[in-house]
T-cell receptor, first 114, second 112 residues
Framework: ETGVTQSPTHLIKTRGQQVTLRCSSQSGHNTVSWYQQALGQGPQFIFQYYREEENGRGNFPPRFSGLQFPNYSSELNVNALELDDSALYLC?????????????FGNGTRLTVT | GQQLNQSPQSMFIQEGEDVSMNCTSSSIFNTWLWYKQDPGEGPVLLIALYKAGELTSNGRLTAQFGITRKDSFLNISASIPSDVGIYFCAGQRQTGANNLFFGTGTRLTVIP
């Protein structure tokens, strides 16, 4: 069983730039969600994708957007990067239709905005 | 966003000792989860709890879903060096929904 994989592992961007992070869900999982984890904090929910549509969103501005593809992989896009966007971005997958299906996380992408 | 209150913030214990940490919320959750996170890695699921009052074990780990549905605790028995890491509780309002609310974390250090 293949776990959640994310790329790249590390990324450095400049304020105002745009970034795309990628995630492959765990085998058999059809739902993907993204979390932002600032240093020393717990992860915060950004949004969730199911059947290629966003179906849940946390308290993040519209410059955070995403996509889900037919193979259930996903992208997180962040426009107009700000210094406070520096964080570990975690992708997690699950399959809620199969009953109890807790989230399984990838190892994240460490984004640094300078 | 809402964060759960987790305590203690950090713990230093001797190898072999038992550990207890807990998590409280002002809101009711239908699912409680406990994760461990090592440096440079994502959170790894330890235990999932789905019913108020439920007590579940996973090896040396035991967790309980509080009766009020507003709290949970995690115990680790006979700690070993590889237990070092940050432990997070997470609450889920709707079982299967992916918007978890995470605690602030408990950093565990085990002294050999």
């Amino acid at each position: 069983e293949t776990g959640v994989t994310q790329s790249p592992t590390h990324l450095i961007k400049t304020r105002g730039q745009q970034v795309t992070l990628r995630c492959s869900s765990q085998s058999g999982h059809n739902t993907v969600s993204w979390y932002q984890q600032a240093l020393g904090q717990g992860p915060q929910f950004i949004f969730q994708y199911y059947r290629e549509e966003e179906n849940g969103r946390g308290n993040f501005p519209p410059r955070f957007s995403g996509l889900q593809f037919p193979n259930y992989s996903s992208e997180l896009n962040v426009n107009a990067l700000e210094l406070d966007d520096s964080a570990l971005y975690l992708c997690a997958s699950s399959s809620p239709g199969q009953g109890k299906s807790p989230l399984h996380f990838g190892n994240g992408t460490r984004l640094t905005v300078t | 966003g809402q964060q759960l209150n987790q305590s203690p913030q950090s713990m230093f214990i001797q190898e072999g000792e038992d550990v207890s940490m807990n998590c409280t919320s002002s809101s009711i959750f239908n699912t409680w989860l406990w994760y461990k996170q090592d440096p440079g890695e994502g959170p790894v699921l330890l235990i999932a709890l789905y019913k108020a009052g439920e007590l579940t074990s996973n090896g040396r780990l035991t967790a309980q879903f509080g009766i009020t549905r507003k709290d949970s605790f995690l115990n680790i028995s006979a700690s070993i060096p590889s237990d070092v890491g940050i432990y997070f509780c997470a609450g889920q309002r709707q079982t299967g929904a992916n918007n978890l609310f995470f605690g602030t974390g408990t950093r565990l250090t085990v002294i050999p």
